[in-house]
């Protein structure tokens, strides 16, 4: 089954705290990208990457690191977690070909008090 | 810069009413057009996509349309039930360069009432 599985789906920490949000995909999509979802803000890029080693930041990158060391695997690092990164967070991923699905993951519910 | 618009925001209907959520979007140089759902707090389960050549795909209940010259798209839901009540994202892909980027509206929320 196509699939793009998030970890963890809740998750409460601490200011300051280092943390990582994993998403992995079996559907060897190229394209992978982070979202944030806000009330009244909708959904917003964070990072997207095109392959293996090619990550870019997208509209709303302050705070966020990401890797693409293989290419079912896109992390979400936030080195120093702050109350504004609180979100909802979700994880994408589509093939080269733009004229087909996009699939995302179940979402993480990330609260930083 | 594509903006992708929802409306009505919020709509609330009697059970086995049939209804249309609309979306509008700026840029007609699209690649293809997908319907989401969200029930609250959780993820996005995708219903239609529609390819920017097709006009309309359909799923069960679900009737998506595709105007690409008007820049609008509309889901139609037919004989709503209760279990429909979600939100109901659209949105479209835009390649800027290297970035294959969605570009979603805010929501319909949509509620049926029993």
Not at chain 1, 9 to 28: D, E, F, H, P
Not at chain 1, 42 to 65: A, C, F
Not at chain 2, 23 to 31: E, N
Request: charged fraction near 20%; proline fraction near 5%; hydrophobic fraction near 30%.
């Amino acid at each position: 089954e196509a699939q793009v599985t998030q970890n963890p789906r809740y998750l409460i920490t601490v200011t300051g705290k280092k943390l990582t949000v994993t998403c992995s995909q079996n559907m060897n999509h190229e394209y992978m990208s982070w979202y944030r979802q806000d009330p009244g803000l909708g959904l917003r890029q964070i990072y997207y990457s095109m392959n293996v080693e090619v990550t870019d930041k997208g509209d709303v990158p302050e705070g966020y690191k990401v890797s693409r060391k293989e290419k079912r695997n896109f992390p979400l690092i936030l080195e120093s977690p702050s109350p504004n990164q609180t979100s909802l967070y979700f994880c994408a991923s589509y093939h080269r070909a733009l004229d087909t699905e996009a699939f995302f993951g179940q979402g993480t519910r990330l609260t930083v008090v | 810069k594509q903006e992708v618009t929802q409306i009505p925001a919020a709509l609330s209907v009697p059970e086995g009413e049939n209804l249309v959520l609309n979306c509008s979007f700026t840029d007609s140089a699209i690649y293809n057009l997908q319907w989401f759902r969200q029930d609250p707090g959780k993820g996005l389960t995708s219903l239609l996509l529609i390819q920017s050549s097709q006009r309309e795909q359909t799923s069960g209940r679900l009737n998506a349309s595709l105007d690409k010259s008007s820049g609008r798209s509309t889901l139609y839901i037919a004989a709503s039930q209760p279990g429909d009540s979600a939100t109901y994202l659209c949105t479209v892909p835009n390649s800027g360069g290297s970035n294959y980027k969605l570009t979603f509206g805010k929501g319909t929320l949509l509620t049926v009432n029993p």
